[in-house]
């Protein structure tokens, strides 16, 4: 794991056995995270979803490809664009819409909503808004791995306008020196809101940089979903065996707005359009009925079951409730007990 | 006052403000995140790039820290640096910069050097966007000595707060609420620069003096209002400057009504509520008919639902009870 030329390529060029199972649990993964989002956008709209929305269409290749990696045990910390993470680690679709309503039943209590998704018991730490914030959080998950002797990995999401911030570097420096068990997964799609990566880095080629903190990387192509699967998989084995972190930029783009509020006045249609078609889900699903793995029946149950799961997950968040006002002030600190914080 | 006034709205006065400064002075430059080509996560700055270009107009990388610190160190350097911060939860990542720069340089240095940075940034709740997005830590820069802190509430504010910090050879820092940039309002065509310092009397009472900044200011009004159809007759006063602060229109209120309740988004403990509270014992103890009122954001980080954020804010009906409560009714 050395090169930055992103691996390109179709899927099969990866050595992974990809069961047909497997190769349709990643289509699903994919179309489940597409739907609930174009769902999500709709209930913007009608103003059922409120505050910042922040959309990860175009980029789900990645959330799906790297948690296939994952064990149960490990942590994983990503930011304000997190629902795709949230769905591909397995927190439940319905307490998610609830959350992203305000709901009472939502993962976090609706306290937090689209941007600050949390579930303790599948180690999901969120759900930060502070571009870069979650990076020292995910150092410190690791550290607390590593000095209680557990054998577990901490996988860091963020984009690449995170690069920038301090924290980026204070973070990998720290994990490369004592050699800490997280894996760093930057998705680069291009654009930091409204500006365009080559304007607000001397050195764009993100992988370089976390190289130079010593941290083996590589660049991905971002839209595939296999590669990163592949390329998660052997990082996450050199992790877990104690060798220190690892960086993956997979290299992906962002087909909506950055949130709800933006319009977009800073890159060209065409080049939308273009990624578009590089798509990871259209391109997956291709390669699938190529390879003869997908028919028009398999695809229709799909589509059907991932929309009962989307009916019932929005029926959910509207008949759940909102929490009382009495409990304002609940959750601000905990209660002190011995031995345990 | 030419008497001619224009439709405006808070937001296209801060941008007015910008556009003078730059014509003013050449040494005057924007710079900020997604100030330029995107025009600013609030529209602040939308169309400055194109008519200033991108050397007065400067997008930076995500690196609050770096940027509000070399707008420092420009400052030292004979520039007269805007630096725009998204939101005054970010500008925790420049808190360094501006507490251990910015502040201390002139007294550090014997008071051979000079800061004059203005920085900008929002501040506050209302749009539901949570506890990392949401909060009011006005006080908390209030509190360094060293530090201009000023929050326009109007629009003549807005317009004319910017020409004088910009002057001032001192960093000031100038917060923008969130729920403000789309009022409108009329303003003078020839509306121009204003004190920096100085709080305003916003409406005239003699009953109970109310006492606020920011983005309370119209919730007090309207509270104020609906006290006078109890026959109760609250005089409005708006800070503006939270540090310094203006004790002497404060104490000259309280002296003519005897009566104060501060209305703060601030979190309570440790807020500036507590820090005028605490000017107006000292100095106008003894024209007090009741004890001092304070109206401020619950002790939560701000919550995303609706109604929760909005009972974690002062709102109007608090602040008519308090004030009430001063009376005895
Ligand atoms: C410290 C900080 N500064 C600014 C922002 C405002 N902001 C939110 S997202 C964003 C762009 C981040 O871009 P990137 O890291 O590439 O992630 P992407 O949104 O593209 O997924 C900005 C500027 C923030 N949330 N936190």
Same mark, same amino acid.
């Given at each position: 794991?050395?090169?930055?030329?992103?691996?390109?390529?179709?899927? #099969?060029?990866?050595?992974?056995?990809?069961?047909?199972?497997h190769a349709?649990h990643?289509l699903?993964?994919?179309?489940?995270i597409?739907?609930?989002?174009?769902?999500?956008a709709?209930?913007? /709209?009608?103003?059922?979803?409120?505050g910042?929305?922040?959309?990860?269409?175009?980029?789900?290749?990645v959330?799906?490809?790297?948690m296939?990696?994952l064990?149960?045990?490990?942590?994983?910390?990503?930011?304000?664009?997190?629902?795709?993470?949230?769905?591909?680690?397995?927190?439940?679709?319905d307490?998610l819409?609830?959350e992203?309503?305000?709901k009472?039943?939502?993962?976090?209590?609706?306290?937090?909503?689209?941007?600050?998704?949390?579930?303790?018991?599948r180690?999901?730490?969120?759900?930060?808004?502070?571009?870069?914030?979650g990076?020292?959080?995910?150092?410190?998950?690791a550290?607390?791995?590593?000095?209680q *002797?557990?054998?577990?990995?901490t996988?860091?999401?963020?984009?690449?306008?995170?690069?920038?911030?301090?924290?980026f570097?204070?973070?990998l420096?720290?994990?490369?020196?004592?050699r800490?068990?997280?894996?760093?997964v930057?998705?680069?799609?291009?654009?930091?809101?409204?500006?365009?990566?080559?304007?607000?880095?001397?050195?764009?080629?993100?992988?370089?940089?976390?190289?130079?903190?010593?941290?083996?990387s590589?660049?991905?192509d971002?839209?595939?979903?296999?590669?990163?699967?592949?390329?998660?998989?052997?990082?996450?084995?050199?992790?877990?065996?104690?060798?220190?972190?690892?960086?993956?930029?997979?290299?992906?783009?962002r087909?909506?707005?950055?949130?709800?509020?933006?319009?977009?006045?800073?890159?060209?249609?065409?080049?939308?359009?273009?990624?578009?078609?590089?798509?990871?889900?259209?391109?997956f699903?291709?390669?699938?009925?190529?390879?003869?793995?997908?028919?028009a029946?398999?695809?229709?149950?799909?589509?059907?079951?991932?929309e009962?799961?989307?009916a019932?997950?929005?029926d959910?968040?509207?008949?759940s409730?909102?929490?009382p006002?009495?409990?304002?002030?609940?959750?601000?600190?905990?209660?002190?007990?011995?031995?345990?914080? | 006052?030419?008497g001619?006034?224009i439709?405006?709205?808070y937001?296209?006065?801060v941008r007015a403000?910008?556009?003078?400064a730059?014509?003013?002075?050449?040494?005057?430059?924007?710079?900020g995140?997604?100030?330029g080509?995107?025009?600013?996560?609030?529209?602040?700055?939308?169309?400055?790039?194109?008519?200033y270009?991108?050397?007065?107009?400067?997008?930076?990388?995500?690196?609050?820290?770096?940027?509000?610190?070399?707008?420092?160190?420009?400052?030292?350097?004979?520039?007269?640096?805007?630096?725009?911060?998204?939101?005054?939860?970010?500008?925790?990542?420049?808190?360094?910069?501006?507490l251990?720069?910015?502040?201390?340089?002139?007294?550090?240095?014997?008071?051979?050097?000079?800061?004059?940075?203005v920085?900008?940034?929002?501040?506050?709740?209302?749009?539901?966007?949570? %506890?990392?997005?949401?909060?009011?830590?006005?006080?908390?820069?209030?509190?360094?000595?060293?530090?201009?802190?000023? %929050?326009?509430a109007?629009?003549?504010? %807005?317009?004319?707060?910017?020409?004088?910090?910009?002057?001032?050879p001192?960093?000031?820092?100038?917060?923008?609420?969130?729920?403000?940039?789309?009022?409108?309002?009329?303003?003078?065509?020839?509306?121009? %620069?204003?004190?920096?310092t100085?709080?305003?009397?916003?409406?005239?009472? /003699?009953?109970?003096s109310?006492?606020?900044?920011g983005?309370?200011?119209?919730?007090?009004?309207?509270?104020?209002?609906q006290?006078?159809?109890?026959?109760?007759?609250?005089?409005?006063?708006?800070l503006?400057?939270?540090?310094?602060?203006?004790?002497?229109?404060?104490?000259?209120s309280?002296?003519?009504?005897?009566?104060?309740?501060?209305?703060?988004?601030g979190?309570?403990?440790?807020?500036?509520?507590?820090?005028?509270?605490?000017?107006?014992?000292e100095?106008?103890?003894?024209?007090?008919?009741?004890?001092?009122?304070r109206?401020?954001?619950?002790?939560?980080?701000?919550?995303?639902p609706?109604?929760?954020?909005?009972?974690?804010?002062? #709102?109007v009906?608090?602040?008519?009870?308090?004030?009430?409560? /001063?009376? *005895?009714?």
């Open positions: 794991m050395s090169q930055t030329e992103p691996t390109s390529g179709t899927p #099969q060029a990866h050595k992974l056995h990809l069961s047909r199972e349709l990643l699903r993964e994919m179309l489940r597409r739907a609930f989002e174009e769902r999500c709709e209930l913007y /709209t009608e103003e059922k979803i409120r910042f929305l922040h959309l990860y269409c175009g980029e789900e290749a959330a799906v490809g790297v296939q990696a064990t149960p045990t490990d942590a994983v910390v990503a930011t304000y664009r997190e629902h795709g993470h949230a769905l591909a680690r397995g927190l439940p679709m307490r819409m609830a992203m309503y305000g009472q039943d939502g993962v976090s209590r609706g306290r937090g909503g689209s941007m600050h998704l949390f579930d303790a018991e180690r999901f730490y969120g759900g930060s808004a502070i571009v870069a914030g990076i020292p959080l995910a150092v410190g998950l550290l607390a791995d590593r000095m *002797g557990r054998d577990q990995v996988a860091c999401f963020f984009g690449e306008g995170a690069a920038a911030e301090g924290a570097h204070e973070s420096n720290l994990a490369a020196l004592w800490l068990p997280v894996l760093f930057c998705e680069n799609n291009r654009y930091a809101m409204g500006t365009a990566l080559e304007r607000s880095e001397s050195e764009t080629d993100i992988a370089r940089k976390a190289a130079c903190y010593q941290i083996p590589a660049a991905l971002g839209m595939n979903v296999i590669a990163i699967e592949a390329a998660a998989r052997e990082a996450i084995a050199e992790v877990r065996a104690g060798d220190g972190p690892r960086f993956l930029e997979c290299r992906t783009y087909f909506r707005a950055h949130s709800m509020f933006d319009a977009q006045l800073y890159r060209d249609k065409a080049e939308v359009e273009a990624w578009k078609r590089k798509g990871p889900i259209l391109r699903r291709h390669w699938l009925e190529a390879a003869g793995m997908l028919d029946d398999t695809a229709e149950r799909l589509d059907a079951e991932i009962r799961e989307l019932a997950a929005v959910f968040a509207e008949s409730a909102w929490e006002l009495e409990d304002l002030s609940r959750d601000v600190c905990g209660c002190v007990t011995r031995g345990e914080a | 006052m030419s001619e006034a439709q405006t709205t937001r296209e006065a403000a910008i556009r003078e730059l014509d003013r002075d050449e040494r005057v430059f924007l710079m995140e997604d100030v080509r995107y025009g600013g996560c609030y529209a602040v700055t939308k169309g400055l790039y194109d008519d270009g991108p050397e007065r107009i400067r997008d930076t990388p995500l690196s609050e820290c770096g940027f509000t610190g070399a707008g420092i160190g420009a400052a030292v350097g004979g520039m007269r640096p805007i630096v725009e911060i998204m939101t005054v939860n970010f500008s925790l990542l420049a808190l360094d910069q501006i251990n720069n910015a502040a201390t340089l002139r007294h550090m240095s014997g008071g051979q050097l000079k800061v004059p940075v920085i900008r940034m929002a501040t506050g709740a209302g749009k539901q966007l949570a %506890a990392q997005h949401s909060h009011s830590l006005e006080a908390w820069y209030a509190h360094v000595p060293g530090l201009k802190v000023a %929050a326009p109007t629009l003549e504010d %807005a317009r004319g707060m910017l020409w004088t910090a910009l002057e001032d001192d960093p000031v820092i100038l917060f923008e609420h969130v729920m403000l940039y789309n009022r409108t309002g009329e303003l003078a065509a020839d509306a121009d %620069a204003v004190p920096l100085g709080a305003a009397v916003r409406r005239d009472g /003699t009953d109970v109310l006492i606020t900044y983005g309370c200011l119209f919730k007090t009004l309207e509270a104020a209002e006290l006078a159809a109890d026959d109760i007759a609250a005089e409005v006063i708006d503006r400057s939270l540090r310094p602060l203006d004790d002497a229109t404060i104490m000259a309280v002296a003519k009504t005897h009566r104060a309740v501060i209305i703060d988004e979190w309570r403990s440790g807020s500036l509520a507590a820090e005028v509270s605490a000017r107006i014992m100095q106008a103890f003894w024209e007090l008919d009741a004890p001092v009122g109206v401020c954001s619950a002790e939560v980080p701000i919550p995303y609706r109604h929760l954020e909005h009972a974690a804010l002062p #709102q009906p608090a602040i008519v009870a308090a004030a009430k409560a /001063t009376l *005895g009714r």
